[in-house]
């Protein structure tokens, strides 16, 4: 009797112990991690915004009103996007006061959060609007006594070609010049910013669709070699060497690479002058009424007696159907196609360049036996006017 009761015992001192053991491990069962959101806005290119490192801005011309209002004292934001700020090193931002956060608001002693970091909501949730505008939206900022809900930023990119984010390799970069907007609804608890961001801006179409443009544009570049009479309205004495390049910036030469997105050169070996730039919102291309294709380059950065340095090239293709224009290894010689280079004797801001090209002809406007069936060789007065126009306006 005594060995059964000893058994008995045993067995239940065997349950206890499985019990405990079970709700031991019942209690410390680690919950579910909940798996990071994929950071993504559609086709937008946002690379750059969210390279390791992060954004500040001067917002004190904007701050009269909020939780420690004091128009016109320095305020600073700053702005990580897809991450969270540094755990500190930004007076007023230090995670252990705020909790991770992406967007801050700081007098450089105190600051508080106006959208915190959340790796389980993508912040970018506007895909849907125009292709040229971006939204990212951020939640669960601070609290204080003016908003006792959390605060909700957000965020709106649109096109702007020179507000160009780049980290560079320094940990902050001060992006107060690409505000447009700057709006605070304190007792709603929302904030709403506005910034430019080259990203965003798409590139026109470049070409002609009545002219054959592809050979123009097919390789790096063209060369052409200029008379020394014409070198010296630009150099003094001896030959000098014209670089074109269409719907692309000068690329794979030894010479020119002084200026950005250049897509007419001059050069004579030691001196280079940039004489039209190339804009990738703007079609430097235009056709005519007739058998000439023109093509128009402005804002360079550099020209003799250009007292603005904005020259601008009006470049004029006669229809010849013998100036087959042919590359070879990425590279044009145009040499023989040249009618002439004349730098306006009355703006010396603008440059005439005229060659023959037989793509000059219209596309389909041709009759069997190749000739044109348009109007006779040559450039349209209007539409040189037009160029010049906009080559002052721009």
Excluded at 44 to 67: M, Q
Excluded at 74 to 90: E, K, S, V
Excluded at 243 to 258: A, E
């Amino acid at each position: 009797m005594v060995s059964m009761m000893r058994a008995m015992l045993c067995v239940l001192q065997l349950l206890v112990l499985l019990e405990i053991t079970l709700a031991a491990n019942w209690t410390t069962a680690p919950a579910p991690v909940q798996p990071a959101v994929q950071c993504t806005s559609g086709d937008r290119n946002i690379e750059p915004l969210i390279k390791d490192g992060y954004w500040k801005v001067d917002i004190a011309k904007y701050y009269c009103s909020g939780p420690d209002s004091n128009c016109g004292a320095p305020r600073t934001l700053y702005m990580a996007f897809c991450q969270p700020l540094p755990a500190n090193g930004i007076p007023g931002c230090d995670t252990s006061e705020l909790g991770p956060t992406s967007l801050c608001i700081t007098n450089g002693t105190v600051g508080y959060s106006i959208g915190a970091y959340d790796d389980s909501d993508n912040l970018f949730r506007y895909n849907g609007i125009a292709e040229t505008r971006l939204m990212a939206t951020f939640r669960n900022g601070s609290t204080d006594s003016m908003c006792l809900h959390s605060y909700l930023t957000t965020i709106s990119f649109e096109c702007n070609p020179h507000n160009v984010w780049e980290i560079n390799g320094a940990n902050v970069v001060d992006v107060t010049a690409y505000v447009i907007e700057l709006s605070y609804f304190y007792y709603a608890c929302n904030l709403f910013f506005r910034f430019g961001y080259s990203k965003l801006c798409k590139p026109a179409v470049c070409g002609s669709p009545q002219h054959d443009t592809t050979t123009l544009t097919s390789p790096d570049y063209w060369q052409v070699s200029i008379p020394e009479e014409s070198c010296r309205r630009f150099f003094e004495g001896g030959g000098c060497t014209l670089y074109m390049s269409f719907c692309k910036q000068l690329s794979g030469i030894d010479h020119c690479n002084n200026f950005v997105n250049s897509s007419i050169c001059i050069t004579n070996g030691t001196t280079d002058y940039s004489l039209g730039s190339y804009n990738n919102r703007l079609n430097p291309f235009a056709g005519s009424d007739n058998e000439t294709l023109l093509v128009a380059y402005n804002d360079s950065n550099q020209n003799p007696r250009c007292p603005s340095g904005n020259v601008g090239s009006i470049i004029t293709f006669d229809c010849t159907k013998e100036a087959k224009w042919s590359e070879s290894g990425c590279k044009g010689d145009a040499a023989d196609y040249l009618i002439e280079l004349l730098q306006n004797p009355e703006d010396p801001c603008l440059v005439f360049i005229e060659l023959t090209y037989s793509g000059a002809y219209k596309m389909n406007k041709t009759s069997p036996d190749g000739e044109s069936n348009g109007d006779l060789c040559g450039p349209s007065l209007l539409l040189i006017m037009l160029l010049i126009f906009s080559l002052a306006v721009f």
